[in-house]
């Protein structure tokens, strides 16, 4: 065996890298093309096989069936499309083709673009949002019907209540639903329908081409819808068929008749469950009035019933012990309050009251003497710290020092501490310590 052969990859590893690849890319998950059909094939399991080509190229592609179930035409050869799908590798044979998830048919391109568009608006601002949606009511007594005064679709709308649910009334709106003045017909038949105090309202119409159901794309339509009051079933076009007034009502019924059976409930089986009601509040009567008699028996029954003076006996006893009760308390308390006072009359101040003023007086006497003898050894500690202060203040006083025999010459207010500081004529006052007098400063003879 060659020992480089480790580095060849077979077929199979090098496909699915590839497809791996192609999987992992974020621009070829989401891919619109448009071209022409060739090579086209239908598959038994309702898969579609074809290539789509342009003048310079072609590319494979499959529908699968989920999806072409939701086609609203017949593809075949030669038919131009629009196609969005993402881009792979068929991993068995190692061909790249585009697996289709939505087509039309080309020459509608603008106005598919222009629903993506808006829906896509719409959506971020909130109109779809499944908070703003109001609840059907379950027994509607009036409902109200904007659509085409003529057609299948308010034919088969007005059979289907009054089959269901004949206790409804219906309220007809005239409407255009298709052409250029369509959609503001619409929304003044919804705006007009808000006067009528109405349970429900459908809005919708029959089957068409999309340019013939446009008039339930336009924003003023869908805008009509979210500010009503009325809670709205949308019912445009077949069940294949979406509109921007379907993301928008509050429900969405796949055809008009199914709007009919959403709106109201079936008369069979309303009878059915009030039949069922009745059986239930029968069986609930009868367990009710069962359990009564039981209770009843019971009472009647009772020893207090049929002998009623053993329950009065049995209070008056019980009475009779809750008196003994309160007698013995009372005569407790009362006791225990005797006691007291006897002790109260008793006590010594009452019986000498000035015992009490002796006490209070000798208490006095004790805490004088105890202040004055603290006063006393304060008064003693203050004394001997002022005689050491004197002592100390002695020791540095100056005229002690003049007394032992010294004194002290002041020329001119300054004190001479050397005999340089003196000139002749100098007046001084030579300081003893009983007294002072003033001198000059002479020459001596022989100096």
């Given at each position: 065996m060659n020992q480089n052969s480790a580095r060849y990859l077979t077929v199979t590893a090098i496909n699915r890298y590839l497809k791996d690849q192609f999987d992992r890319n974020e621009h070829l998950r989401s891919v619109f093309l448009k071209g022409e059909i060739s090579n086209f094939k239908g598959h038994t399991t309702g898969h579609l096989y074809f290539s789509l080509k342009d003048e310079n190229s072609k590319i494979n592609a499959i529908m699968f069936s989920r999806n072409a179930a939701k086609l609203n035409f017949k593809p075949v050869d030669g038919t131009k499309v629009l196609v969005s799908g993402r881009i792979g590798i068929y991993e068995a044979t190692g061909s790249y083709q585009i697996y289709v998830e939505d087509m039309q048919e080309d020459g509608l391109g603008?106005?598919?673009?222009?629903?993506?568009?808006?829906?896509?608006?719409?959506?971020?601002?909130?109109?779809?949002?499944?908070?703003?949606?109001?609840?059907?009511?379950?027994?509607?007594?009036?409902?109200?019907?904007?659509?085409?005064?003529?057609?299948?679709?308010?034919?088969?709308?007005?059979?289907?209540?009054?089959?269901?649910?004949?206790?409804?009334?219906?309220?007809?709106?005239?409407?255009?639903?298709?052409?250029?003045?369509?959609?503001?017909?619409?929304?003044?038949?919804?705006?007009?329908?808000?006067?009528?105090?109405?349970?429900?309202?459908?809005?919708?119409?029959?089957?068409?081409?999309?340019?013939?159901?446009?008039?339930?794309?336009?924003?003023?339509?869908?805008?009509?819808?979210?500010?009503?009051?009325?809670?709205?079933?949308?019912?445009?076009?077949?069940?294949?068929?979406?509109?921007?007034?379907?993301?928008?009502?509050?429900?969405?019924?796949?055809t008009p008749t199914g709007a009919a059976e959403m709106a109201v409930p079936n008369i069979v089986d309303l009878k059915k469950y009030i039949n069922q009601l009745k059986i239930r509040l029968g069986e609930a009567i009868m367990k009710r009035l069962k359990y009564q008699k039981l209770v009843l028996e019971s009472i009647k029954n009772s020893f207090v019933i049929k002998s009623p003076m053993i329950m009065f006996d049995s209070k008056r006893q019980a009475l009779d012990l809750y008196h003994q009760n309160v007698i013995e308390s009372m005569n407790k308390y009362l006791t225990n309050k005797r006691v007291l006072l006897n002790q109260y009359q008793k006590h010594y101040i009452l019986n000498n009251p000035r015992t009490l003023y002796e006490l209070k007086r000798d208490i006095l006497k004790v805490n004088k003497e105890k202040i004055t003898r603290t006063f006393l050894n304060i008064l003693s500690i203050q004394k001997l710290h002022l005689t050491h202060a004197i002592e100390k203040l002695t020791l540095v006083n100056p005229l002690e020092v003049l007394k032992r025999g010294y004194t002290v010459i002041y020329c001119e207010g300054m004190v001479v501490k050397e005999s340089k500081q003196l000139k002749i004529g100098n007046e001084i006052q030579v300081h003893f310590c009983d007294g002072i007098i003033e001198a000059k400063v002479e020459k001596r003879e022989g100096e």
């Open positions: 603008n106005l598919y673009i222009a629903f993506e568009k808006l829906k896509e608006q719409l959506s971020k601002e909130g109109l779809f949002d499944p908070s703003h949606k109001k609840p059907l009511p379950k027994y509607p007594s009036r409902i109200g019907i904007v659509t085409a005064p003529t057609g299948a679709a308010i034919r088969d709308i007005l059979s289907t209540i009054a089959r269901r649910y004949p206790l409804t009334e219906t309220i007809l709106f005239p409407s255009l639903v298709q052409g250029e003045y369509a959609a503001p017909d619409i929304v003044r038949n919804i705006k007009r329908a808000s006067s009528y105090s109405l349970d429900l309202l459908i809005v919708g119409r029959g089957g068409g081409s999309i340019e013939d159901l446009w008039a339930f794309n336009e924003e003023i339509v869908a805008r009509a819808i979210y500010d009503s009051e009325i809670p709205i079933i949308s019912a445009v076009g077949h069940e294949i068929d979406f509109t921007i007034a379907d993301f928008v009502a509050d429900h969405r019924a796949p």
